[in-house]
């Protein structure tokens, strides 16, 4: 009986200790830092959004997310939350100046608006898994590609359904554009021939899988973000359109990635 209780003891203290381990490894969250380092760096207004809607925001809608891809597993290396976060710019959405473009030119266009090819699109309508919201190109005149999330790999899709798919009550879509319209044209043909089809075709015949790492360079796997600034970063040839950044590359850091010379105006919010 006696060896019975010292057996139970022992059982008792080891799954205490495990659970003190397990407890004590746990990521410690200092929200209130994060929130000023993200005035600090002009991320977030605290004009616009308090520190209360912004833990609401972290509880609400960015943990959920952050966990859903520790459980899917579509981080390849260990991210911690406070990485993650600062990586998906605080959960805030890209700023950008609204810049007119003439085009008389026939092309895709949705809502009275015309879109083009090399336009990027950045929407907080959808978040992957991982991913605080969502990016997108458009490989043609009437396609956006896209990696929509684990286990969907590479997608096109006409602009209206592309857009009818993230259009939502209460969200928005931002539509990016490179002044440079040639670069623009270069950067889509590098995004579909690489991407999607190698011979500019229909026909999809470029496979790429879903995952979250920090081989920014690597063409596979990818994610939704990763895939557009390989696009403009190899589709742009000896131009210096983006800076020689590493790590991860999120929607909502996209914009921050061009050099200044070539930062994309900010021509549509639905």
Request: aromatic share 14%; hydrophobic share 35%; net charge neutral.
């Amino acid at each position: 009986m006696k060896k019975l209780l010292i057996s139970f003891i022992a059982i008792l203290f080891f799954i205490c200790g495990f659970n003190l381990k397990a407890f004590a490894a746990e990521e410690i969250i200092d929200y209130q830092s994060l929130y000023n380092q993200a005035i600090q760096e002009g991320v977030l207004d605290q004009n616009s959004v308090s520190y209360n809607e912004w833990l609401k925001q972290n509880k609400e809608e960015f943990m959920p997310i952050y966990q859903d891809g520790l459980k899917q597993g579509v981080f390849l290396e260990p991210l911690s939350y406070n990485e993650w976060l600062k990586l998906n710019n605080y959960g805030q959405a890209p700023t950008g100046d609204i810049e007119l473009f003439d085009d008389v030119t026939p092309r895709g266009s949705w809502g009275g608006f015309t879109l083009k090819a090399g336009d990027i699109f950045i929407t907080n309508a959808t978040s992957s898994a991982g991913i605080v919201g969502h990016a997108a190109i458009a490989n043609g005149d009437n396609y956006i590609l896209h990696m929509p999330g684990a286990g969907q790999g590479n997608q096109q899709l006409s602009t209206s359904n592309w857009m009818q798919k993230y259009t939502a009550s209460g969200k928005w879509i931002k539509v990016y554009r490179l002044k440079d319209q040639t670069l623009a044209r270069d950067v889509a043909r590098y995004a579909d021939r690489n991407f999607y089809s190698t011979t500019g075709s229909a026909t999809k015949n470029v496979y790429l899988d879903y995952g979250i790492d920090t081989h920014l360079y690597q063409k596979n796997p990818t994610y939704c973000s990763k895939l557009v600034f390989q696009a403009l970063y190899f589709g742009s040839g000896s131009r210096n359109v983006m800076q020689a950044v590493s790590g991860i590359v999120t929607p909502y850091g996209l914009i921050d990635t061009f050099t200044s010379a070539y930062r994309p105006s900010l021509v549509k919010t639905y």
